[in-house]
């Protein structure tokens, strides 16, 4: 195969395969978030539009569509109009290096197989990392641009959160990577497959992880951006229709790529479960399942537990997290050594 | 080769850009446009804004910024050094041993001094 095949028509035809899979997965997602609740608070939720209320996020979607598109009279045109796009094109580039499986021929259509990851890059994870917090650009300047008090007031507080907990969502990966010896998704994965998934020797690691994700996505219980009860609808109070529907589209993204890392990182990534190996399920079911899981537990805490007081979120992030992951990377280097 | 792997995350990027543009400017001709002056104020639960609000924002978020900054760099180069462990091996984790006491110091300052308090 030469030069623009492999490098070019292969990755392009990826490309709008991973991103069809990620804009469904968000309307999926949508339908389930409001499901899985309503059923956890004993309601039935969405039920009016196509059976189930199946067709409820289509419908969503089109009206988000055809909404009108609002700009503020004091509002910063420019940069109003920039924000959302800030936010939403990182949340989709970090699909770049996410591996959904192992190797693929598109079902004997290539001659040799190909990584199902767009890209395998030897730096996966540190890029997924650097891409994803550009991400905050967007949030901040959409709540800055708006000229308003509640956009503002959320912009500043997600700011504040995002950047406390990066720190110690990066420093819960060093483990891993410390046993793993590499930064490539892919490697990650194959070194759990010779010995045991990382969850079990870095679990202390993947707990900090886990809370952190929660957290860097907004989610509840820390969705303090987005308290309702205090600042309306947060950074994104001012925004209508379509530039709404791209911050909502940037958080959805957002946790499917943080659900991917935590399969990738700490599950095995498209590794079977051990004893499992046996049914002969391929590759990529096992890592759609990982990260469904993943999502499920978003939406569980989000059903089970009260909003965090910001000083407490502060506070936690800063004098609890860090501490336990610096921990874990003492551990986790006297142990490799 | 290694730079050829880069060439995915161009077109990913034109792409991405192209997404929310391009639907954008084919919402336009499905969206009504129907503006009023109260539709276009900032939203303020129906009272009159009579002046812009002010931009400004308490000090901590600053403070928070400044200690972000110092544990960023810090988780960055924790990086390639935890790629290279294996092959350092006792030297890599004393240097870096000495390097984080060193950090935790300034970690304990700064929570000693208040900086991680919120109130």
Redesign the interface.
Known sequence: MDFTMINIVIPAVKILIVFTVVLLAVLIMTYAERKVIAFMQVRLGPMRVGPWGLLQPIADALKLFSKEDIIPTMADKLVYFLAPTLAIVPALLTFLVVPFGDKTTFFGLLKQPTSMAISDLNIGLLYILAISSVGIYGILLGGWSSNSKYPLLGALRSAAQIVSYEVPLTLALVGPILMANTLSMKGIVEAQSKGMWFVIPQFFGFLVYMACAVAETNRAPYDLPEAEQELVAGFHTEYSGMKFAFFYLAEYANMIVVSAIATVVFLGGWLPVPGLAFLHIPAIIWFALKVAFFLFIFLWLRATYPRYRYDQLMQIGWKFFIPVALINIFVTALLVL | M?H??????L???V???L???V??AI??F??????N?S??????CGIE?DK??E?N??V??YV??V??LI??VE?VF??PW?????AL??FG?VE??IF?IIL?FG?VYA?KKGA????
Request: aromatic share 24%.
């Open positions: 290694s050829a792997q880069y060439i995915p995350l077109i990913f990027l792409i991405a850009l997404f929310p543009l639907t954008l919402a336009k499905f969206r009504p446009a129907k503006y002056k539709k276009l104020s900032p939203y303020e804004v812009e609000p931009r924002f308490h901590r978020y928070v910024a200690i972000f544990f960023d988780t924790l990086y935890a790629v290279k462990y294996r091996g006792l984790f870096m041993a984080l935790i970690y929570w991680l308090e919120w109130e």
